[in-house]
């Protein structure tokens, strides 16, 4: 199919590297003059120079005949518009856009575009696991969302050792994300007994960091 | 309710001001409201305007510069993109009675205003004025 992408940022590029290597024919169109030139030494003629929210510029790569058109640009402004005309005004039939706010996802909605792509939204799917957690290492805060993610390391003497995570008490608004032991991670089930020595990722919501730490009892580092 | 109070924004914000029309202003950019000012006595609220920072796709900032009781909408940023989507929401979202987008480049002002978007393209007014006088031009060379 022919796939024509908007944008030729990580996720531009990356996604034209993949669809070409499934033998898609694939345009890139991207407006930075400096961007273009560094991704045209690997592109070559798949990659375009111009403002991809113009009509002449997408009548240039071929709109038209396109089967998909991706809109990938870091403006949310110019991935709805570029979605739109390709859709109403070309009549392709399937369009992809990213939102980069997810607080815009409504205007994508209202312009009639989906499915629209959020990694801030992606992530929290991720997250939306159920699981439970515990030694604290604060690593990502997500002030939009009103959520932070920190890493606890089950102590010696950590009193949920050897318990299973569907017997743990978590304050609500605490959830386990993923399990670290012995250098290798997953996603803990219900049935997973923790170990002390295991490095734990929980989400939850602003303030709740010392509720949790004391939950999990002193860390390793404490300890030793 | 006129968003992106640049030259063209704030000099209709005056103008519609002193012909008895309440008007609001919301802009990104803190210093449009000294260019509000240019040329009056008072300040922009003594004579009776509104003003208000914010960015147009921040839903709050749209209520809170008045949106949902405009009876127009002019979307005149310096940006082609904004203006149509911002004219879109207040449009399908806002239901404003009377919405005009500022679209600088004429192919999309001209799609736009098929699919039923008030546009106004001044880059299309300078082309036409300007084949206008140059034809003239031409016109009296070849007379000559």
Known sequence: ????????????????????????????????????????????????????????????????????????????????????????????????????????????????????????DLILRLIEHEVPKYGLVHLLDLPRERLEIIELLLGEDSPVAGRRVADLELPDGSLLISVLRDGTGFVPS????????????????????????AYFGPDGSESG | MIVGAGRVGSSLARSMLRDGHAVSCLDEDPEAHARLEIGLEKSWEDVGGQ????????IEALQEAGIERADAFVASTDGDNTNIVIAQIAMGRFEVPTVIAR????????????????????????????ETEVKEAAAKVAAQ
Not at chain 1, 197 to 213: R, S
């Open chain 2, 103 to 130: 679209i600088l480049d004429p192919y999309r002002a001209e799609w736009y205003e098929q699919q039923g978007l008030h546009t106004i393209c001044p880059t299309r007014v300078a082309i036409e004025m300007l």
């Open chain 1, 190 to 213: 219900p049935d997973t007994v923790l170990e002390s020595g295991d490095e734990v990722l929980a989400v939850l919501d602003p303030g709740m960091e010392d509720e949790l730490k």
């Open chain 2, 51 to 58: 003003f208000t920072v914010g960015t147009a796709l921040e």
């Open chain 1, 1 to 120: 199919m022919y796939v024509l992408i908007v944008g030729a940022g990580k996720v531009g590029w990356n996604l034209a590297r993949e669809l070409l290597d499934k033998r898609h024919e694939v345009t890139v169109i991207e407006n930075d003059r400096d961007r273009y030139l560094t991704v045209e030494q690997e592109l070559e003629h798949n990659v375009q120079y111009g403002d991809g929210s113009e009509l002449w510029v997408l009548d240039r790569a071929g709109v038209s005949r396109a089967d998909l058109v991706i809109a990938v640009t870091g403006d949310d402004e110019d991935n709805m518009l570029i979605c739109q005309v390709s859709k109403e005004k070309y009549k392709v039939d399937q369009v992809i856009a990213r939102v980069n706010n997810p607080r815009n996802k409504q205007w994508f909605e209202l312009l009639g575009i989906a499915p629209v792509v959020s990694a801030t």
